[in-house]
């Protein structure tokens, strides 16, 4: 089972950046639905973007168009979640998802309802007005 390690959150203010880092141990990805969660306290965990890792088709949630790009760097082994001009409201801990070997590479989508069978252990992210 591939471990995933994410980092790079932390605190900023309105407007600010960060790049956040979700890193794969005991695998290397090659044609994997990856994707990119947060949830805030006492709200659902809400998906924010996805990528195949096997050709770099990416999704993202209506909500975080144009500000967040997600991406991987295959020599590090490592999908990038990328967020600008940050809000209050995107306040949340953000988790990396891994579905090995994906075949349904269209429906590669950050959605509960894709089997990703391996998670981090989150990052959290504060934005300040």
């Known amino acids: 089972q591939v471990q995933l390690v994410e980092s790079g959150g932390g605190s900023v203010q309105t407007g600010g950046s960060l790049r956040l880092s979700c890193a794969a141990s005991?695998?290397?990805?090659?044609?994997?639905?990856v994707a990119w969660f947060r949830q805030a306290p006492g709200q659902e965990r809400e998906g924010v973007a996805s990528?195949?890792?096997?050709?770099?088709?990416?999704y993202y949630a209506d909500s975080m168009k144009g500000r967040f790009t997600i991406s991987q760097d295959n020599a590090q082994n490592t999908v990038f979640l990328q967020m600008n001009d940050l809000a209050p409201e995107d306040t949340a801990m953000y988790y990396c998802?891994?579905?090995?070997?994906?075949?349904?590479?269209?429906?590669?989508?950050?959605?509960?309802?894709?089997?990703?069978?391996?998670w981090g252990q989150g990052t959290q992210v504060t934005v300040s007005s």
């Open positions: 005991g695998y290397t990805f090659s044609s994997d639905c």
């Open positions: 998802a891994a579905a090995q070997s994906y075949s349904d590479y269209l429906r590669c989508y950050p959605d509960l309802g894709v089997s990703f069978g391996s």
């Open positions: 990528i195949y890792t096997g050709g770099g088709r990416t």
